[in-house]
């Protein structure tokens, strides 16, 4: 499975440059998922799955670098996590 996920992100790579960020990854227009799809052997349910997993990720770590820099801890467990992510996530 990490070998089908590696084959995909290095599609993104090819489609959207080596200096892509999550930010370039919302951005994606429909011809680039498709260009993402259809050279990863996925599904556009598929690219978009795994396109909102990577925007998950990105907010939960601007929301933790916030709180560091704020001297705030790193939530203990899934829930406090949970908690401090729909907290922190409209202000990063």
């Not at 089908?4 to 992100?9: G, K, R, T």
């Not at 680039?32 to 990577?54: C, D, F, G, H, P």
Request: hydrophobic share 50%; proline share 3%; aromatic share 2%.
């Amino acid at each position: 499975m990490a070998k089908e996920v590696m084959a995909v992100v290095e599609t993104f790579i090819d489609v959207l440059g080596p200096q892509a960020t999550a930010e370039d990854l919302i951005e994606m227009d429909r011809l680039q998922r498709l260009k993402v799809a259809t050279a990863a052997n996925k599904t556009l349910e598929e690219i978009s799955i795994m396109m909102s997993q990577i925007t998950n990720m990105d907010v939960m770590q601007k929301a933790l670098r916030k709180r560091r820099r704020e001297g705030k801890a790193i939530p203990p467990n899934q829930a406090a996590m949970q908690a401090a992510i729909k907290k922190d996530a409209l202000q990063v």
